[in-house]
T-cell receptor, first 114, second 113 residues
Framework: ETGVTQSPTHLIKTRGQQVTLRCSSQ?????VSWYQQALGQGPQFIFQ???????GRGNFPPRFSGLQFPNYSSELNVNALELDDSALYLC?????????????FGQGTRLTVV | DAKTTQPNSMESNEEEPVHLPCNHS???????IHWYRQLPSQGPEYVIH???SNVNNRMASLAIAEDRKSSTLILHRATLRDAAVYYC??????????????FGTGTLLAVQP
């Protein structure tokens, strides 16, 4: 178990709705990244937060947004949900913004958009 | 973004060594080579990482080619619990601003009893 917790574990939403996913990072980790994993695919980078600021973004539209709080926990918000947003959303935390550290992943939130 | 190439699937027998290859011909000098694995219905799990030298830890060994254009993850004695998708990833840094993980489709490892 990594110490990274995500909630909820499963969620069903209707197209057009908005959703908020939550992540508590491992103790002492100030960097949180979010990934989207479609069925049968590898995770795709959405964005990263470092000390409460967005610190890099993948190829996702602005309706994907996030927050990081002073305790380094984080939220992923998705507006105007589309059917293609159905996926496993993963949060990963790490202690430094370098390539020389491992990232610890949560178990993910399975989002289904109907 | 630098990319990696892995076989789609591999098969091994229990208690035998497994060598999982990865090609990363466009790797840059500052990219670390990371390996993660993902069991069904779970988030990815860190396995090992390295820069230039071979690395060993309790889970596996990582052998890195001298030109760094390829690497091999070695599981010394496969167990049924090692059946998973294994991802070879280049951990990139852009001016220190972000060090995202770029996942490919990975190698699905099947372990036969």
């Amino acid at each position: 178990e990594t110490g990274v917790t995500q909630s909820p574990t499963h969620l069903i939403k209707t197209r057009g709705q908005q959703v908020t996913l939550r992540c508590s990072s491992q103790s002492g980790h100030n960097t949180v990244s979010w990934y989207q994993q479609a069925l049968g695919q590898g995770p795709q980078f959405i964005f990263q937060y470092y000390r409460e600021e967005e610190n890099g973004r993948g190829n996702f539209p602005p309706r994907f947004s996030g927050l990081q709080f002073p305790n380094y926990s984080s939220e992923l918000n998705v507006n105007a949900l589309e059917l293609d947003d159905s996926a496993l959303y993963l949060c990963a935390s790490s202690g430094e913004r370098t390539g020389n550290t491992e990232a610890f992943f949560g178990q993910g939130t399975r989002l289904t958009v109907v | 973004d630098a990319k990696t190439t892995q076989p789609n699937s591999m098969e091994s027998n229990e208690e035998e060594p497994v060598h999982l290859p990865c090609n990363h011909s466009t790797i840059s000098g500052t990219d670390y080579i990371h390996w993660y694995r993902q069991l069904p219905s779970q988030g990815p799990e860190y396995v090992i990482h390295g820069l230039t030298s071979n690395v060993n830890n309790r889970m596996a060994s990582l052998a890195i080619a001298e030109d760094r254009k390829s690497s091999t993850l070695i599981l010394h004695r496969a167990t049924l619990r090692d059946a998973a998708v294994y991802y070879c990833i280049l951990r990139v840094s852009y001016g220190g601003a972000t060090n995202k993980l770029i996942f490919g489709t990975g190698t699905l490892l099947a372990v036969q009893p």
